[in-house]
């Protein structure tokens, strides 16, 4: 069946002034009204699906034995802890899974940036919150870091 009519995209561009490594502003143009948003939500789906990362997939905590258990000395329970480690990127060397440590007992705020790993893993945003620790509080915790593809939520 030939659709007469239909307006095809004629122009394909990229804007190489602002392309890098991780990111990159790319146009096809014309489209007939709503086609775009079609098309656009089909690619954004099949990228997110098919970017290779790392990740966190284990966590063993001290003194924890479900994740809805509250930490003592520690603001967050088990679940927002978790959460905020989903948040943390990190560039893994090689296809093996990797073990990362997390230690505090000093009064404060936790970030990704005490996160002890060896050369194979980097913490690409040390910056990322992930607990608060009280007086007398104490957060020791060994995570599991594994390379996937795309994103599965929590």
């Known amino acids: 069946m030939l659709w007469k009519g239909f307006q095809k995209p004629k122009r394909l561009a990229v ?7 991780k990111y990159g502003i790319f146009w096809a143009q014309p489209f007939e009204r709503g ?4 098309i656009g939500n089909g690619l954004r789906r099949v990228l ?3 970017i290779e990362g790392a990740a966190v997939t284990a966590i063993k905590m001290e003194g924890v034995l479900h994740e809805f258990q509250s930490i003592p000395g520690v603001v967050e329970d088990a679940t927002d802890i978790i959460l905020n480690l ?3 990127p990190f560039k893994l060397s090689g296809d093996a899974p990797k073990a990362i440590y997390l230690r505090s007992d000093q009064p404060g705020v936790v970030t990704s940036g ?3 790993a ?4 980097e913490v690409l945003d040390k910056d990322v919150y992930i607990a608060t620790v009280s007086e007398g509080g104490k957060l020791d915790m060994e995570m599991r870091l594994k390379r996937g593809r795309g994103y599965v939520s929590a």
């Open 114 to 116: 005490m996160i002890e």
């Open 48 to 50: 997110l699906s098919s």
């Open 86 to 88: 989903k948040q943390v």
């Open 35 to 38: 086609f775009g948003t079609t």
């Open 15 to 21: 804007d190489t002034s602002t392309l890098t490594d």
């Open 118 to 121: 060896d050369g194979d893993v």
